[in-house]
């Protein structure tokens, strides 16, 4: 990812453009483009919109409202993001609304990711802290200038408080919305002072979500929740071995089950199109569909290892190479190697998968929660042999992304379905359809080996990665020299100080099996093989595992910090019960620094519950401690279901696991009591979404050690792998 700019410059001394003009019906309508975009003309009108890629619109009644570049999901992008704003804006939150950007990529690119239009990377902070904060200052500058007009004052004798401008000498105020027409015609700023930090009033504080009472009183509007007019309402049955085609179907099967209007056939799927839902499914049923399963018919979990651990025998794609590991390793005093493997997952997000399309005589509509509407634009013009502008995305909040809606696989189809049909039609798909039917993490073989000196002190290091390359079909321009930069994140920098150090990735694609993001793919993968092995090496110097990690962190402040707070704040040497464990971990990813103590009980029949997580994160300027806290709590949550639980499995190229009943999640009454703490720090800010997760499947595997003296190198942990003897 892209350095942000340092955030001791406080002040924007590059002439930067900027969008103002008058909002229908009066109003003030100012953005802050990214590097890059395509630049409207800087002239405005009291008829219309000055741009269409505004980040901020206020209205004659003060009322504003920040368009926001990155979409809900749950992470509390529609209240951290308006706070940048409010900040610098000078008004309440309670002023403020949120509105999802359009897709418009020009206006809306995340610098952070290639300028996609993507939320995603944990980047919505790190990419938009800037920007977003200037629009604020170009507002407010924008708006005293007006006012010292009016007041027939010099603007250096001006401030703001919330919503207004104030004349102190005269006890005067005038509030943004009488100002914003005459605002609205003035030149652009070139030059735009931003805050402070010592003066933040909002950035730094617990914000309210701004999104919580909707979703509280049922109002809020998801992918899901959408009706139109005449809207019809289908379900999906695709081949369920990748690669597989449709054979025969019993469409009069279907169309005589009442509420069915419609079957849809596309290469690998029949939809069936009905009044309602459960039509639809009955439908489906009855349609009695075949299919011809293609090249991959007897893939298998067994396969795709096999051929993953003899691909890693062989030297890879060279991601870091420091130092001469090879001969360090000849001359160590001691050896270590181990194998860990981690298994293909599923998102399984609680809003299922989901699409509205209408396709008119001038275009298409489509009504879904996306994290990439710019692609999905894109993506279902080519198929429907449209002009990307005729392709309109309304974006709504997501019931949960994780990555599986950085895809468009569902939206394309339902664009496919509805083009069939005179009708808007709604595409729902079945939890065993999305379960069975996702775009998965890979499964990961990773081998990896140390040699330590006569203190048991690391002095080489060798890690090859073996696994898909989501980044050679996603984005394949950022592939260097066969290295995929995602699948090494994690291993190829490391928080430790390690002199001779080779890392190596061996790209293998498992057959006919799509990969996707998860949560963060390569630091939720080499986390949890570095932090592991870093315990074995522990183990294998008889040294205590904090103790041991620390001599290491020497070089790397903010990591040695976050890992001595979440030991002392866990009670690191306090003893624990019979088979009770604690461990710890460390994630310096997404430009935060997190540790993560896990305490586990492990029975005697190998069932393992997590009792407590204990995580310190420094994660640079914290815009919302509350969000913060809640994303810590979230990864550590995702983490543990897929440390327990989580596992993708195929038989006769067919994915095993169907519902909620194969594929478990972390029930309420296993949830472990979770306390987080957030580092002061003025550094530039971090990521969250991701490293909660990427912490906690080797915290407890060095738990499960503690309490059992067992080492697990393979995902998830199972019972029979830990039941006493």
């Not at 507002?139 to 200038?145: G, N, V």
């Not at 189809?413 to 939890?431: E, G, H, N």
């Not at 290491?552 to 990591?559: D, E, S």
Request: charged share 20%; net charge neutral; hydrophobic share 45%.
């Amino acid at each position: 990812m892209a350095h942000v700019q340092n955030l001791r410059d406080s002040r924007v001394s590059r002439r930067t453009f900027l969008h103002a003009g008058a909002a229908v019906g009066g109003g003030l309508l100012i953005g802050w483009p990214l590097q890059g975009a395509a630049q409207p003309a800087a002239t405005a009108t009291q008829a219309q919109p000055f741009a269409p890629g505004a980040f901020i619109r206020i209205d004659r009644a003060g009322k504003v409202t920040v368009i926001s570049p990155m979409i809900e999901m749950g992470q509390g992008t529609y209240t951290s993001l308006p706070m940048l704003i409010a900040e610098e804006l000078d008004v309440a939150m309670s002023d403020v609304a949120v509105e999802p950007a359009p897709a418009n990529a020009k206006l809306y690119g995340n610098p952070l990711i290639a300028g996609v239009q993507m939320t995603g990377g944990s980047t919505s902070i790190r990419a938009f802290y800037l920007p977003l904060r200037q629009a604020g200052a170009a507002a407010r500058k924008m708006l005293i200038t007006a006012a010292a007009a009016k007041l027939n004052v010099d603007a250096g004798s001006l401030t703001t408080e919330p919503g207004h401008v104030v004349h102190a000498a005269s006890q005067r105020r005038i509030g943004y919305g009488e100002l914003v027409d005459a605002a609205a015609t003035l030149p652009i700023p070139s030059d735009v002072a931003l805050k402070d930090p010592s003066a933040f009033r909002i950035i730094g504080t617990p914000a309210k979500r701004l999104d919580a009472p909707a979703k509280v009183n049922g109002s809020a509007i998801y992918g899901i929740d959408v009706r139109l007019p005449g809207m019809k309402v289908a379900t999906v049955s695709a081949s369920p071995v990748f690669g597989g085609t449709v054979a025969s179907f019993d469409e009069a099967a279907a169309l005589r089950v009442p509420g069915v209007h419609q079957v849809a056939k596309l290469d690998n799927a029949i939809a069936v199109i009905a009044d309602h839902y459960w039509a639809a499914k009955q439908g489906l049923e009855a349609c009695a569909v075949r299919f011809d399963d293609g090249p991959h018919a007897t893939a298998s979990t067994a396969d795709v290892v096999a051929a993953l651990a003899t691909a890693s025998e062989k030297p890879g794609a060279v991601a870091t190479s420091e130092g001469d590991a090879t001969a360090a390793l000849a001359k160590a005093a001691t050896r270590v190697a181990a194998i860990y493997e981690a298994p293909f997952l599923a998102h399984a997000t609680m809003e299922p998968i989901n699409c509205t399309v209408q396709v008119t005589s001038d275009g298409c509509d489509i009504w879904v929660g996306s994290q990439v509407p710019d692609i999905a634009q894109l993506v279902v013009s080519k198929h429907l042999g449209l002009n990307p502008e005729q392709v309109r995305i309304h974006n709504h909040l997501l019931g949960g992304g994780f990555g599986r809606r950085l895809e468009v696989d569902f939206i394309a189809q339902a664009a496919l379905i509805a083009k069939q049909s005179k009708d808007p039609i709604k595409v729902v798909w079945s939890r065993e359809e999305d379960i069975q039917h996702d775009m998965y993490r890979p499964y990961y073989y990773d081998r990896i080996s140390a040699g330590l000196d006569r203190q048991g002190m690391p002095v080489a290091w060798n890690h090859r990665i073996a696994g898909s390359s989501i980044m050679a079909r996603y984005f394949p321009a950022a592939v260097k020299d066969g290295v995929d930069p995602d699948a090494v994140e994690g291993a190829a920098e490391i928080p430790y100080a390690i002199a001779n150090r080779h890392v190596d990735y061996v790209r293998v694609e498992p057959p006919g099996i799509p990969t996707a993001f998860w949560r963060g793919v390569g630091p939720t993968h080499n986390v949890y093989v570095v932090e592991s092995f870093i315990d074995e090496l522990a183990a294998a110097a008889k040294k205590d595992p904090v103790a041991y990690r620390r001599a290491l962190l020497a070089g790397n402040p903010r990591a040695l910090h976050v890992l001595e707070r979440a030991a002392q704040k866990a009670g690191w040497a306090t003893p624990l019960g019979p088979r009770q464990g604690r461990g710890i971990a460390l994630s310096q990813s997404f430009g935060s620094y997190l540790a993560e103590v896990a305490e586990v009980t492990v029975s005697k029949s190998g069932e393992v519950h997590v009792d407590r997580v204990v995580a310190v994160v420094d994660c640079g300027v914290a815009v919302n401690p509350d969000t913060i806290v809640a994303q810590i709590e979230s990864g550590i949550i995702f983490g543990i279901t897929a440390a327990l639980y989580g596992e993708i499995t195929l038989r006769n190229g067919r994915v095993e696991q169907t519902n909620f009943d194969t594929y478990q999640m972390l029930r309420i009454d296993a949830a472990p009591a979770i306390e987080v703490e957030i580092v002061g720090s003025s550094e530039a800010p971090g990521g969250l979404g991701e490293p909660g997760t990427s912490a906690l499947a080797p915290a407890v595997l060095n738990a499960v050690h503690a309490a059992t003296g067992v080492r697990l190198r393979k995902l998830p942990i199972k019972p029979e792998m830990l039941a006493a003897g």
